[in-house]
């Protein structure tokens, strides 16, 4: 390694922009608060829309103030690549189905519901890049999670349940959703794990216990799955093979000594229950391969473009949407529509390998980047059963990379336009 590597790594290592930096900015700290509410606020009366109606007037409040804070502390309009090629696949999928929609008014507002998305995320992106904390962000997501677990039963009891099978969905009106939440909570809690402290990881099993118990309760057997994707993928993915052996050994330990108990504690959860009734309840099944081979005979018919952004329940016989977020973009916006979207998932996993690659601290930095890795398979998991293209809380959740990247990116950037000092030029010349 070279001096100037060394000088390089220090700077960027005491830089503003570096993710593991130390707050050093208090008058900061107040804007970060505020806008870490705004955040929690968007998000809680988001998903209270379909329950509590009068949330509405919060929500686009929460949305206008978290656009206008961001670009009044910031003085820009800055969409990171990744962002910018969402806006040309919004672009081309509007503009193809346009000639191929049955239903024009779905497919325009479809379209607009993605305008509107992709400018709430630029505004928290630039934010968090520009003047905000990353760790307030993946904080907010944390929160969010932790709220939704309780705010449904003190709101309203009787209505956080429902079905045959009691399936708690909080203040939402789909329990897979409010798991869905659960899980990318999960994830943003585990950005904190690498922070040395030994109370930090404390709590964040505590949270993540906390969370699989309501993943539990809410029934969604592909997000009890997919909170073990998680974990499994996390310890593969963030950590060299002695802590990756070192935490399943843990795990394996766990399971051997209280997998009875926990099983106990767990078994008269709507997952277990749903889990044993799986072949007395095939229906849900059934009626999902349906949708998915309506789905790819659509695809067929019209494999280029597709057939318009949330079109392909016009097609349906059972006017549904197809339950799959891969078989959902094949139908509604064709192989074009398709190639573009998961190319953003790509490029996220590129970006992580790139953000490694910049810091002689493998190790620490490993440690996000698995994470990064982690939500995209996550991601990538939960979209073998919901459509997520257009979904807020699946995109707040792909901001953690982007935003962790572009600050680094850009702040690597400054650093190495800078001059160096008379020590540093020393260190260089010696060399």
Avoid at 99 to 122: C, G, R, W, Y
Avoid at 151 to 163: E, H, K, N, T, Y
Avoid at 213 to 227: D, P, Q, T
Avoid at 335 to 345: D, P, R
Wanted: charged share 15%; glycine share 6%.
């Amino acid at each position: 390694m070279s001096f100037k590597s060394t000088i390089m790594d220090e700077r960027i290592l005491n830089s503003p922009g570096f993710l593991f930096e130390e707050e050093n900015a208090y008058s900061r700290k107040g804007l970060n608060i505020f806008y870490l509410l705004l955040f929690v606020g968007f998000f809680l009366s988001l998903y209270g829309l379909q329950k509590f109606p009068l949330l509405f007037f919060l929500n686009k409040a929460c949305a206008g103030l978290l656009i206008v804070v961001s670009f009044l502390s910031t003085q820009k309009f800055y969409t990171s690549t990744v962002l910018k090629w969402y806006g040309i696949f919004m672009v081309v999928v509007f503009l193809a189905g346009s000639l191929v929609a049955t239903n024009p008014e779905s497919h325009a507002d479809t379209f607009f519901k993605m305008v509107q998305l992709l400018l709430i995320l630029i505004a928290i992106s630039q934010f968090y890049i520009f003047a905000g904390d990353v760790r307030y962000f993946a904080a907010g997501i944390v929160i969010v999670g932790i709220l939704m677990c309780f705010v449904g039963r003190f709101l309203d009891p009787d209505i956080a349940f429902s079905g045959k099978i009691e399936r708690y969905s909080s203040i939402t009106k789909n329990s897979n959703g409010f798991a869905f939440q659960l899980l990318f909570s999960s994830v943003a809690s585990l950005y904190f794990w690498d922070r040395g402290k030994l109370m930090t990881k404390v709590i964040i099993l505590g949270l993540l216990a906390l969370f699989l118990y309501y993943i539990s309760i809410s029934g969604s057997r592909k997000s009890l799955v997919a909170f073990a994707v998680v974990i499994m993928s996390w310890i593969l993915f963030s950590f060299k093979l002695k802590k990756q052996i070192s935490y399943f050994f843990a795990i394996f330990l766990v399971g051997a000594i209280a997998g009875s108990y926990l099983y106990t504690l767990l078994e008269d959860t709507a997952v277990f229950v749903r889990f044993s009734q799986l072949e007395e309840n095939s229906g849900g099944t059934d009626i999902r391969k349906s949708l998915y081979a309506e789905a790819y005979e659509v695809f067929q018919s019209s494999p280029v473009v597709g057939v318009g952004l949330n079109n392909f329940r016009e097609y349906s016989y059972s006017g549904l949407y197809a339950h799959s977020n891969y078989m959902e973009i094949l139908a509604d916006t064709g192989i074009i529509g398709f190639i573009l979207f998961f190319t953003l998932y790509l490029r996220i996993w590129l970006n992580s390998n790139k953000l490694n690659k910049l810091h002689d601290n493998k190790e620490s930095v490993l440690a996000y980047t698995g994470l990064f890795k982690t939500s995209l398979i996550l991601l990538g998991t939960i979209s073998l059963g919901a459509v997520m293209y257009d979904s807020i809380p699946h995109w707040v959740l792909l901001l953690l990379p982007i935003v962790v990247y572009e600050k680094e990116r850009l702040t690597v950037a400054s650093v190495s336009e800078e001059e160096f000092t008379p020590e540093e030029e020393a260190l260089l010349n010696a060399e």
